[in-house]
């Protein structure tokens, strides 16, 4: 599974999904200036990634469900 190429790929779309939140959280954490002017294109960059980390996820459990 871990050298399959799709695996890797779904695995880095997760990664960026916790990152993206990461920043989010800590921006808003801090406060101030940086979080008044990004907090909601994070926001909406997270939810982008996110989506596309969920379908990339659905496709790679369709193409490894029949198989069996």
Do not use: E, W
Request: positive net charge; proline residues 1%; contains cysteine.
């Amino acid at each position: 599974m871990f050298s399959d190429p799709l695996f890797i790929v779904v695995a880095l779309a997760c990664l960026a999904v916790v990152f993206i939140l990461a920043l989010g959280i800590g921006g808003f954490a801090k406060g101030g200036d940086f979080n008044r002017k990004h907090a909601n294109r994070l926001m909406r960059y997270r939810i982008y990634a996110q989506a596309l980390a969920v379908v990339l996820l659905l496709v790679f459990l369709f193409f490894h469900s029949t198989g069996d």
